[in-house]
């Protein structure tokens, strides 16, 4: 099945339901949608000779034309390659030329800079950009066909490359049959979805916000792209109040930020129904202050780009069973497997491990990716037997609950003993003058290595080493706590607001 048929189906029911708006001015409903859609995919085949299985980079800050074009690609059985935005125009050429992209659909900005490093393009791309005359022609054009081209349920669709923290980023090659049973699992593990609701797309959308419009196309719900075409929290706050029945999907950061504006302006968040949060760590202590402030509107999801969005969930009823006797430990976890998942914990042989102990978590379903773009090398390391390795190491309570340590190559071995970064990070950011901290592992003589916190203070805070070393005396070992605090004024972080934790060891190195 070809996903796009969601969006036909959508405009031929529900054809007068607001679907695009810029802020809270409605700029296309489900009938124009799907029209365009059809049109400039079209004009996609005909104008620059898109075929069916070609790959098409989509290089543009969040824009209601965005999503068009997402659209108009898979109207044509052709497959897109979301590129953040925030990425080098270098980076992005990579990008294009390892996927191979017969054409890149920008915005004039993208394309200016892309434009600046041509020689690092595929020969054959060509460049249409959105701010366009010709664009907007296609817009209009009326010669699309009324439904999409049939396509193979594991035909490529959304060809999304790593956030490469380290070397290059490698292609993951997602399905229609992929991303449909993500969408489905949306319904089922995260959130219900009406014509009622918005979805709001503060973070991009060429990442995990964006893998969430599918669901809410089959339901004819609005797509909301903010004024500022990125995440402002007062924007968001403001957004909630005149829309009312926002869903968004949040980085923990953006959680935080969320939560601070609220605090600011006396607000609790009202009309935005559910905050999906994931993609990185959520500290506990982060997350009760978020709920103490603006209520039980969080859901947790836990997925990597090769099972997106889709390995656990904690819904709501979670975050609010507080009278369970394992309430804390519950909400320190990142829940339990979605619908069409398994999940497991193996140890350095590769097999399973009881419940509690602790080893890299592995997980099946069929929203695990086809596998990585023309890297055999890869595929063979972390698809085994249809089991995604996920390089995240962690453990399952007796009821499946599951809870994240860190990422395996981040894992501190001191004197022969393995440290958890993030427990040390939690027990630190229980500290009122903590506003953020990065634990790493430097190399020792002695120990091997020893632990790094890297702490950002609360504004005007003055406090020091030998205050932060009482407060982790009395939360966790004495041999995990620091041997070294080091103050910075922010943690250095990725385009999609993960820390560079491979930065601060190289800063500590100097």
Request: charge should be negative; include cysteine.
């Amino acid at each position: 099945m070809n996903i796009a048929q969601w969006l036909a189906a959508s405009g031929r029911l529900h054809p007068h339901a607001p679907a695009l708006l810029n802020g809270t001015r409605v700029e296309a409903d489900y009938a124009a949608f799907a029209r365009r859609a059809a049109s400039i995919g079209a004009g996609l085949k005909r104008d620059f000779g898109i075929a069916p299985g070609d790959r098409v980079a989509l290089f543009m800050s969040n824009s209601t034309q965005y999503l068009e074009c997402l659209y108009a690609v898979w109207w044509i059985g052709a497959a897109v390659i979301p590129i953040n935005a925030k990425l080098h125009a270098r980076e992005a050429a990579w990008i294009c030329d390892n996927a191979g992209s017969m054409l890149a659909l920008v915005d004039d900005d993208s394309a200016a800079a892309l434009s600046a490093v041509m020689e690092d393009l595929p020969d054959a791309m060509q460049m249409l950009s959105v701010d366009s005359a010709g664009y907007r022609l296609l817009q209009h054009d009326d010669g699309g066909t009324p439904e999409p081209l049939p396509c193979d349920d594991h035909d490529l669709a959304w060809l999304f490359y790593t956030s490469g923290t380290t070397g290059r980023p490698k292609g993951v090659m997602l399905s229609h049959a992929n991303l449909v049973a993500m969408s489905l699992c949306y319904l089922s593990d995260v959130d219900q979805v009406s014509r009622e609701d918005a979805v709001l797309y503060a973070a991009p959308i060429s990442h995990g916000a964006g893998l969430y419009n599918f669901i809410h196309v089959r339901m004819a719900a609005r797509h909301v792209v903010p004024e500022s075409g990125g995440f402002d929290a007062n924007e968001v706050l403001t957004l909630g109040r005149e829309l009312n029945h926002v869903a968004m999907f949040a980085a923990p950061t953006m959680v935080r930020r969320l939560v601070d504006a609220a605090k600011k302006r006396g607000e609790i968040g009202e009309g935005l129904r559910t905050i999906v949060y994931g993609g990185g760590p959520m500290y506990l202590a982060d997350i009760r202050d978020a709920i103490a402030v603006m209520g039980q509107r969080f859901v947790q999801i836990y997925g990597q780009g090769e099972s997106p969005m889709t390995i656990t969930s904690l819904p709501r009823s979670w975050h609010a069973d507080t009278d369970h006797p394992r309430y804390l430990e519950r909400l320190a976890s990142v829940g339990t497997a979605q619908s069409v998942m398994q999940v497991r914990i193996t140890g350095a042989d590769g097999q399973p491990l009881p419940a509690g102990e602790t080893g890299e978590i592995e997980a099946k379903g069929p929203v695990v990716m086809l596998g990585y773009w023309d890297n055999d090398k890869a595929n063979a390391e972390t698809l085994q037997d249809g089991w995604l390795r996920t390089g995240d190491v962690g453990h399952l309570d007796a009821d499946g609950f599951l809870t994240l340590s860190d990422r395996s190559k981040d894992v501190i071995i001191s004197g022969g003993t393995n440290i958890y970064p993030r427990e040390v990070e939690e027990a630190l950011l229980t500290h009122p003058d903590v506003h953020e901290v990065s634990a790493i592992g430097v190399p020792d003589p002695e120990w091997g290595e020893i632990v790094v916190a890297c702490v950002v203070r609360e504004p005007g805070s003055t406090i020091d080493d030998a205050a932060l070393d009482s407060h982790c005396l009395s939360a966790i070992a004495r041999f995990k706590r620091p041997k070294r605090y080091v103050f910075l004024d922010a943690l250095p972080k990725n385009n999609y607001g993960k820390v560079l934790k491979t930065e601060l060891r190289e800063r500590m190195k100097e």
